[in-house]
């Protein structure tokens, strides 16, 4: 029986989104941000088959966590590369060792502010 090497991989997170009225409805909707800041590393589960095509906006039920620690709440159909110049630079040596995201609580700060503070 062979047994099959699991590499985890990475979807790119934002922290956050904007949103935008929409001239026919008037609803808000959730929109990417000019400015997308830093690009963080999100571990996909390996049960997680989906392919996403456009952005999926998280809301605060459902918000992921990335390897640094921060709340991501846009993840991106892309993989997370760590050689991009965008890229979290906390994320990218977990993300090359294969690392999985910290358990996260409500009451932990955020590292993404504690990084806009300084």
Do not use: N
Request: net charge negative; charged share 35%.
């Amino acid at each position: 029986m062979a047994v099959e090497e699991y590499r985890r991989t990475y979807r790119c997170g934002l922290t956050r989104y904007d949103v935008q009225r929409d001239p026919v409805d008037h609803a808000l909707d959730k929109v990417l941000p000019a400015d997308l800041g830093p690009v963080h590393a999100v571990p996909i589960p390996p049960q997680d088959g989906r392919m996403l095509r456009e952005p999926e906006f998280l809301d605060g039920w459902g918000y992921a966590t990335a390897l640094c620690g921060t709340t991501v709440k846009v993840l991106l159909p892309q993989s997370f590369d760590p050689g991009d110049e965008d890229s979290c630079r906390r994320c990218v040596g977990p993300s090359l060792r294969g690392g999985d995201a910290p358990s996260r609580r409500d009451d932990e700060p955020d590292a993404d502010r504690d990084d806009q503070e300084q």
